[in-house]
């Protein structure tokens, strides 16, 4: 008994003491995170730059302390995955310790190395990473103590939207000259994150190179998604992520079991930057010498848009307007931007269904071919059902969009170019509308059948768990399929040899009516707060924004402050989901035990 009860009070005092380093650690990132935000954003004075030193010793010290303490103390609850990176940041903080304990030591040749570790950048990223690891981590554990995933999810991305705002709003990060007010700050930060495109001020012209730098990473994070990227860190670098975060993830990117999470998220993030690489250099090549940039902007104007292309988002960080680079010969651009444009509107879970199935068959020809081996079973059912329908649905989109602008805009918004142009063009605006935004031509000289088409394209979006926005193509799949079901008189719903679920269907026909309610309800109030603005183009604005599309005709700076947060409201919910918003705020409810009996409800 009295060993049991000393188990207890010891366990007690153990959790208080973690508690209270951890407490500990999350004010301290706190502080350096405010420390860092300063430094880089402000011109300091001399004594102001002595106390932000002083805080970064004293973090550093702290990080030092907690990484080798957990080291020795926890080492068993470190993943096996996330022993080789664990070590990585092991070794940088060793690496920044050794001239700290050994300042006067001369290694030669190896001096610049020793001075490497010890100079301030080195320092400040490690800090600056570690800040944000542990900020976002202990962030997300307490949500997700107190409440569901959907909001876990919703409250990563305020988070984000929050960071990025006061990041904009910094002097360094602004063009000289130019100041931006509160309300634009939160609009154009939630526009990057919601990977959205619209903007109430000129990006090119305001922001300086470092604010173009924020925005193509807040657009990065928004695309891979929040809760990837923090529990991507969280499982490698702070050794394990609780189960509800765990659960809430393996739903959102698609994996169906938790053994193949950690290779689900190296997939994602391997998917992304390899693209976006593969991207840049297309662009990089198309436009070289030809706008008349330096190196370094030729290459930042490559990574910007590729990044731009892939998360959907169709922010542009170049002065001119898309539509100058027409007529001037970059048919690569305008391919390498759809190709990308579609990749991103794919969705993750698709491209590693796509990358099993190819590499399965590659294998099974290979052995057969050069090992005479014809052991390996041949599936007829590689690529799953979602993979089906969002490959067969994105090429019908592509090409009856195709079709459909070209024939429409030919002697229109497209007059006076040469056939192959006119035809990218139409390719390239039947694909920007699902969702990236990039407009190669005047959106309010479409004519009005043009514009029906291409807010419906906006409408439908991508594929489920992609960068893309709208009500997806899954969804729209299902209830078709419904519809069809429904004419034949048939009591199940099939697709592709495949019965869906009523959980699907349900999902689908609430998604469908929440979207139409929704951008009813915020378009006939935007029409209440903006009088002077035409309606068609305030609906267009309403469908742009919970799209997350970014086209406009051109009216978003008109809009009032009023106005301005309602589509950052519109943005927020067409990024994170209309359903998965819904969700956060209401309270599931057991289902009863019981049923209730069945009746029909006249329906004609």
Known sequence: MKHFISNIITQRITRKIDFTARFLLFAVSILLFGALVIDYGFELSTHDEIIIGKIYTAAWWCYFTDFFCRIFLQWSSIRRK?????????????????PKLFPDVDLGILSPIWSLFSHKYFIITLLG??????ISKSIIEFISQNTNPAMLLAAAFVIVIFIGTILLLLPRSLAPDKHISLIDSLFVATSSVCVTGLSTIDIPSTFSTDGKIIIMLLIQIGGLGVMTITSFF????????????????????????????????LYILGFTFVIELIGAALIFLDIHDTLGLVLKDEIMFAIFHSVSAFCNAGISSYGEPFSTFVTTGHRLLFLTLSVLIVLGGIGFPILVNLKNAFFHNFRRLWRRIFHHDSTIPRYKHLTNVNTKIVITGT??????????????????TLDGLSTADKIIQSLFNAVSPRTAGFSSIDL??????????????????????????????????????????????????????????????????????????VITGVFITLVALEPGISPKALLFETVSAICTVGSSLGITAQLGVASK????????????????????????????KYRLPKDNVIIN
């Not at 996330?82 to 050794?98: K, S």
């Not at 969009?401 to 030919?410: D, F, K, Q, R, S």
């Open 395 to 412: 090429i019908i989109l592509i090409i009856s969009g195709t079709v459909v602008i070209g024939m429409l805009e030919w002697y229109n």
């Open 129 to 134: 990473v570690l800040s944000v690891l542990n």
């Open 234 to 265: 969280a499982v490698f670098f702070m050794g394990d992520n609780s189960l509800q975060n765990r659960y809430a993830l393996r739903d959102m990117i698609g994996t169906g079991s938790f053994s193949t999470l950690i290779s689900t998220l």
């Open 444 to 517: 309010a000289s479409l004519s009005l059948i043009s514009l029906m088409a291409y807010t419906l394209l906006m409408w439908i979006g991508g594929a489920s768990q992609s960068t893309a926005g709208g009500i997806k193509i899954n969804t729209i799949a299902v209830a078709i399929a419904n519809f069809i079901a429904v004419i034949r008189g048939k009591n199940h719903i099939t697709l592709f040899n495949r019965e869906i679920s009523p959980e699907s269907v349900r999902r689908a026909l609430a998604t469908i009516f929440g979207s139409l309610f």
């Open 565 to 592: 947060i309602l589509i950052i409201i519109m943005m927020f919910v067409g990024r994170v989901g209309l359903l998965t918003v819904i969700t956060s705020i209401f309270h599931h409810k057991d289902n009863p």
């Open 82 to 98: 996330a022993v080789v990176i664990t070590a990585i940041i092991g070794i940088c903080l060793l690496l920044t310790a050794l």
